[in-house]
Structures are given as structure tokens and as C-alpha cells.
């Protein structure tokens, strides 16, 4: 257990992160209405399914049944919002340690793990803009070491995360310092294919969009630069999207409407990486 110095501590340093981080108030007012949205569970259905998919390919198969042994695995996922991708994951690893800067979206991914028939009992909601591998508020390495080291992990994840990221390389560094030695990043988010890939979000959603979308060659160059060895990033899927057929369709807050827009084809990628051994 945290002493409750260290709650404070780490609430001090989670509150001031937040207030850097321009997409806050965005993340946190549409919290409450994220699960509504069809478009969401559609993206993280996808990509759970390219994550087990590139974790099968890598992992060592069960002697007996030939299956992948993924569920021995610890696993942190960087903008989780309201868990979406972590309870599609959580059946097949360990443990998800699932953090987001918007206290509103840890706030509803808590009250589902409460209220949800069978839902799973191993992920851990964190509130923080996470900057720092030894920040406080991740879980300790060791239990009876409350304020020692931080935990790492085997896998790190994020989805539809990166575009919304300030310093991609910084936030790559931090990844990296999150893991076991060996232990591997799988980031999802849309493909930066050219102009059109601004389209992705309607212009009222576009508060703490940092980019449109991820190139994939810049993207394995950065990884290697910070230390990712194995580096692929790939196309995984791609996904239909209604979009506006000009820029201010949707009007004020961006909602899709039924008898608006257009629909339009939007490729993902898969960034992996591996960390030092
Ligand atoms: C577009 S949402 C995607 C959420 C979720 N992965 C999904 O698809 O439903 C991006 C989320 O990333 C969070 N976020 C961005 N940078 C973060 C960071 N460094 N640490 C924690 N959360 C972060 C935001 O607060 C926001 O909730």
C-alpha cells in the first residue's frame, strides 16, 4: 500500500502535469459520452485483434495445445480513457496497469470495473499524464517498497494515443523506460497518408490534436533513434469513418450526425518495437 504521503505526492505531481496538457479539458468533458460513440469500440476491437495477432506471432506456443502463452504478461496502456482496449485485452495477460491524463475517463473506467457483470478484476485505473517511468503514481516494483522503483513492463500499448502527443520522441523515451529488459511497445493510431488524413477529426474536435495521423517511416526512424531495436511499423487495418464533407459541418461540438457527412477509408498502423535486452 502507498503511504499517504506518497498518494499526495503523487496527486500534487498528477494535478500539475494535467494542467500541461492541452487535450485535458477535452478528454475529461467528453468522458461521460465516450462509450456512446460506435466508432470507438469499432477502433479498439481492431486493434486488440492486430495486438493479439502480433503477440501470437512472437510468442513462444504452448507445448500441448500449440496456443500462444500470452498470460503471463504485464501490460501498461498509455491513454486507456475509459478502458475500451484494456478489457478486450485483459482476458489474455496478466495484469493491465491502464493510465490517462483526463481524470473524467479514469474516473468512468472505475465505475465500470465496479458495475459491470464479469468484469475483469486485473486492471488498475491510474490518473496521470505520464511523463516519468518512475512516476509515483504507477505501481510499485515491489509491494513492501511503496515509494522504491516503479514497475515495468513486458508490453506497452496505446491507441489512438500518439496523435494527441506533443514530443512523440519524449513520450517514446518514457515508454522505453517502462519496460522490462526485452519487452516490446505495440502502438496503434490512423496512418498520416497525405492532406486528406486531416479529415479524421470533424474541426471542433480538433483541441489537443497534435498531428494528423502517424507516418510510418518517421515514425520507425524515431523509434530507432530512441532505442526501439526490431523496429516495424505497418499498416494493420483500415477503417471506414463518417467524416464532414467540409470543414464545420457537424457544427459546434462535432458530433456525427446521421444526415451528414460522408464516409471515408482511414488506414492504421502497428508501431512495434522491442526494448534493450
Ligand atoms: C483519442 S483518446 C483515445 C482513448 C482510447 N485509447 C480509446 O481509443 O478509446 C486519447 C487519450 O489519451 C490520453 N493521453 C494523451 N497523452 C497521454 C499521456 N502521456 N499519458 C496518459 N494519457 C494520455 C488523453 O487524455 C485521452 O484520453
Redesign the pocket.
Known sequence: MASAASNLRAAAASSDKNSR?N??AR?NDEALS?DSRPF?HE??QAAAAAILARLNENNVKHPSNGKSQTKHLQVLE?????G??SFLLAPHVARIVA????EG?IAVLSQKLQTTPNAPQNIVPVA????DPEDAALPPAHSDQPDGPRQKFDLVTS???LH??PDLRA?LQTMLGCLVPGGRVMLTDFEDFGPEAKRFHPVARMAGVERHGIQAREMAEMMQEVGFAEVDVRAAWTMRKKVEKFEGEFGEGGAVKPELGEMMDFPFVLCYGEGPM
Do not use: K
Open positions: 496538457n487535450g485535458n478528454f465516450w470507438v477502433a479498439s498509455i491513454g486507456c480513457a475509459t475500451i482496449l493510465v490517462d491524463a483526463a475517463m496521470i499524464l505520464l511523463e491507441h489512438l494515443v494527441h502527443i513520450v
